[in-house]
Structure formats: C-alpha cells, structure tokens
C-alpha cells in the first residue's frame, strides 16, 4: 500500500531536516561516507526488511540522530514533527554529556522499556551499525574493538526483541558478520 500524500510530505521533510542537520558530518570508516546515508539506510531497513509502513516511525528513524549528533534540540523535531516523532527520538537520544561507557550501559539498561516504535527504530540502528562494522569498520578499530561492539549491540538488542520478528532475524544475520580472529 501506497503512503497517503500527507505521509509522505512529513517524511520527506524529516529527510530534508535530518540532511541538513547531518550537512557537515561524514561517517567515521575510511570511505567518510555523507552521515545522511546512515539515517536513510534505517528507514530502508524498516521498510524493506522489516515492512514497517508507519510514518512515524520512518521519520523518527531519519531523525533519530538529530538531537545527539547536531545542533537539533527536542523542540525543533516536536515543533516540526509533532510529539510523538519527538518523543521517539528521544527514548533513543543518547546523553552525550555522560562517559561513553556510561551511555553504553544505559541503552543496554533502557532497552527492555521503550516503546515499541523507539525499539523498532533501534534495532534498525544496530541492523545497520553492525553492517557497516562489519564491512568498513571505522577508521582504527582493532579486531578487539569490532567483536565488543557486535557484543554490546546483541546485548542491547537482546532487551528489544518481541518487537519485530523480520528485524530480529536481520540483526542475528548481521551479528553472524562479527569479525573473528
């Protein structure tokens, strides 16, 4: 079924924002890919592989970085958006001003408690996360640092599942990437 026109004009608006807001920004692998591309291939694996056809949940994942990553705060994406886009961006919006280690345990710990939309929108952040981990790491990561991620997401992932049984299956096949010695 074909998004109504209205669907589509807020999703191709979250896409508009979320490239300009991500404008500057270039992945961390060795192709520094344009940052939008991450965005956009979450919204792809919702729809394709996990045949997810909620706008919402679309725009939240084109955005879902907006707020951690750019000079985005809540009430431009709820402004924008609405509510409850803003709200979903928000249950997977990261705490930058806390240690690394600490944001890490947090999603572990958040995991099993976010509504079902903000777990779809993750399990296609670690879908595609462990995807590009797997096929052009980030600039300097050891083979160590690799196999803790794919670790850490299952355990993230491990928190979120009931949710989508067609993600679920493509994370485990993503994971199955997990780089070996």
């Known amino acids: 079924m074909f998004p109504e026109p209205e669907s589509l004009k807020l999703i191709f608006d979250a896409l508009a924002f979320a490239a300009?807001?991500?404008r500057?920004?270039?992945r961390k692998n060795a192709e520094q890919a344009p940052y939008i591309n991450h965005p956009i291939a979450l919204a792809q694996i919702l729809v394709r592989e996990g045949r997810?056809?909620?706008p919402t949940v679309i725009c939240a994942?084109?955005?879902h970085d907006t707020i951690e990553d750019t000079v985005a705060e809540p009430m431009?994406?709820?402004q924008r958006f609405g509510p409850e886009i803003c709200a979903i961006v928000l249950e997977v919006t990261?705490?930058?001003r806390l240690p690394q280690h600490e944001r890490k345990r947090l999603q572990i710990e958040h995991s099993p408690v976010l509504s079902d939309a903000a777990k779809l929108v993750k399990l296609a952040d670690k879908i595609c996360n462990l995807r590009d981990v797997a096929e052009s790491p980030p600039v300097g990561w050891t083979l160590e640092r690799r196999q803790e991620y794919f670790d850490w997401a299952m355990a993230v992932v491990d928190g979120l599942r009931g949710v989508s049984p067609a993600?679920?299956?493509a994370f485990d096949q993503a994971y199955a990437l997990r780089p070996r010695a």
Do not use: F, G, N, S
Request: no cysteine; aromatic share 0%; proline share 0%.
């Open 20 to 22: 300009d807001m991500h």
């Open 24 to 26: 500057d920004q270039r």
């Open 52 to 54: 997810v056809t909620d």
């Open 61 to 63: 994942a084109l955005l």
């Open 76 to 78: 431009d994406i709820e």
């Open 94 to 96: 990261d705490d930058k």
């Open 167 to 169: 993600l679920e299956l």
